[in-house]
Nanobody, 122 residues
């Protein structure tokens, strides 16, 4: 069974950092891009980052560019999202998802994790 499990969320003060992990199982991790999404209460799910398979090209939404870094360790079947300089508006449930080509839309992603809550206090 294909599975993604996120971890690393929590409560942090403005300006703080968190590192999210996304551990995969049940599929060939190195053949899939990993996207990171977030969803705040009352808002649509937003794609914020993605790292491709292969040479690991990356994408960042404007809202997180320069503060967040995505990377992966294929030997551990795990992707990471390093989040620095966190702001209250970063508060959301964060999800990782797998897609062969780092699709533009959530519907293109095949497998999803359960999400992890990130709360940034002011």
């Amino acid at each position: 069974e294909e599975q993604l499990v996120e971890s690393g969320g929590g409560l942090v003060q403005t300006g703080g950092s968190l590192r999210l992990s996304c551990e995969a199982s049940g599929f060939s991790f190195d053949e899939y891009a990993i996207g990171w999404f977030r969803q705040a209460p009352g808002k649509e799910r937003e794609k914020i980052s993605c790292i491709s398979s292969g040479e690991g090209g990356t994408y960042y939404a404007v809202s997180v560019n320069g503060r967040f870094t995505v990377f992966r360790d294929n030997a551990k079947d795990t992707a990471y999202l390093q989040m620095n300089s966190l702001r209250p508006e970063d508060t959301a449930v964060y999800f990782c998802a797998a897609d062969p080509f780092c699709g533009s839309y959530a519907k293109e992603f095949d497998y999803w994790g359960q999400g992890t809550q990130v709360t940034v206090s002011s």
